[in-house]
């Protein structure tokens, strides 16, 4: 008979085994870009920092300009997940406790974008963008990701519990709209707030196919973009540059979780905490 004291031992070894599978590649990562090119696909692989980053990511600022694709990249994430979480909070406080006509309809019809893959859209998207003169600007590729349905199903179902008695309260102390919505909506709603924009931020960040199609200029590359165009053969692909900007990519959204990391908890467990 297995004591109680170890019976929660092999869980413990298989969860330690998980996660030591999922953060190796992460490790060679961090540890690759401190290497030259020759020694980072070294078998075995290094273990221990190397003193090659300064001179991988001398090299990735000279290829592609790297401030100026990090500011890119961070102008459009940020406007774009602002936007969205407004946009989102606002038509999601509308499904849920507003009744007016269509409302079923429109809301059905708002979640039946979420099964269109999102490459139907490129070429009328890119006709719509041409016609507007938005080529290789911010605005093209800001705009397409205001509106993301996910996040708009999200708050309208994270504010439908919200009592209703709580919101005709504020409105009889003669609060409008928009103030009920600042000083009641919002407080109740934070985690799923924070919880959201971290997937918003996360998507606009990562997005790759659409502003490589409607950017042309390489000043106004954002960095996913800026990385693919360092990619050529085996013999001319500069390794050491392209794994100093991929690594330096993840800081920004390490950063936003860690600040946010309470909240967004908090977000993921509402659902289960609820009745």
């Given at each position: 008979?297995?004591?109680?004291?170890?019976r929660g031992w092999p869980?413990?070894?298989?969860?330690?085994?998980?996660?030591?599978?999922?953060?190796?590649?992460?490790?060679?990562?961090?540890?690759?870009?401190?290497?030259?090119?020759?020694?980072?696909?070294?078998?075995?692989p290094h273990l221990l920092?190397?003193?090659?980053?300064?001179?991988?990511?001398?090299?990735?600022?000279?290829?592609?300009?790297?401030?100026?694709?990090?500011?890119?990249?961070?102008?459009?994430?940020?406007?774009?997940?602002?936007?969205?979480?407004?946009?989102?909070?606002?038509?999601?406080?509308?499904?849920?406790?507003?009744?007016?006509?269509?409302?079923?309809?429109?809301?059905?019809?708002?979640?039946?974008?979420?099964?269109?893959?999102?490459?139907?859209?490129?070429?009328?998207?890119?006709?719509?963008?041409?016609?507007?003169?938005?080529?290789?600007?911010?605005?093209?590729?800001?705009?397409?990701?205001?509106?993301?349905?996910?996040?708009?199903?999200?708050?309208?179902?994270?504010?439908?519990?919200?009592?209703?008695e709580l919101l005709d309260?504020?409105?009889?102390?003669?609060?409008?709209?928009?103030?009920?919505?600042?000083?009641?909506?919002?407080?109740?709603?934070?985690?799923?707030?924070?919880?959201?924009?971290?997937?918003?931020?996360?998507?606009?960040?990562?997005?790759?196919?659409?502003?490589?199609?409607?950017?042309?200029?390489?000043?106004?590359?954002?960095?996913?973009?800026?990385?693919?165009?360092?990619?050529?053969?085996?013999?001319?692909?500069?390794?050491?540059?392209?794994?100093?900007?991929?690594?330096?990519?993840?800081?920004?959204?390490?950063?936003?979780?860690?600040?946010?990391?309470?909240?967004?908890?908090?977000?993921?467990?509402?659902?289960?905490?609820?009745?």
């Amino acid at each position: 008979m297995i004591p109680n004291k170890l019976r929660g031992w092999p869980l413990t070894f298989l969860l330690a085994a998980l996660t030591g599978f999922s953060v190796a590649p992460f490790y060679w990562l961090l540890i690759s870009t401190t290497r030259k090119d020759t020694e980072i696909f070294d078998w075995p692989p290094h273990l221990l920092p190397g003193g090659g980053l300064g001179d991988n990511l001398h090299r990735l600022d000279q290829k592609v300009g790297l401030l100026r694709v990090l500011g890119n990249s961070l102008l459009v994430a940020g406007i774009q997940t602002a936007g969205a979480l407004v946009i989102a909070l606002l038509a999601g406080y509308a499904f849920a406790k507003f009744r007016f006509r269509g409302r079923t309809l429109l809301f059905a019809l708002l979640l039946s974008t979420l099964v269109v893959p999102e490459q139907v859209m490129l070429v009328p998207l890119f006709k719509m963008m041409t016609s507007f003169g938005l080529l290789d600007s911010y605005q093209a590729i800001i705009l397409p990701g205001l509106c993301v349905p996910f996040a708009v199903f999200l708050m309208r179902q994270s504010l439908t519990s919200l009592p209703d008695e709580l919101l005709d309260a504020a409105r009889v102390d003669g609060a409008g709209e928009l103030r009920v919505l600042w000083s009641v909506v919002v407080p109740v709603v934070r985690p799923v707030l924070a919880a959201l924009s971290i997937f918003l931020f996360l998507g606009s960040w990562n997005q790759f196919v659409w502003p490589l199609i409607a950017l042309r200029s390489p000043d106004m590359h954002t960095l996913p973009v800026a990385l693919a165009t360092l990619y050529g053969n085996q013999a001319t692909t500069d390794y050491g540059a392209i794994l100093s900007g991929t690594a330096l990519s993840t800081l920004p959204m390490m950063v936003l979780f860690l600040v946010l990391q309470r909240q967004f908890i908090s977000g993921l467990l509402a659902g289960a905490t609820k009745g």
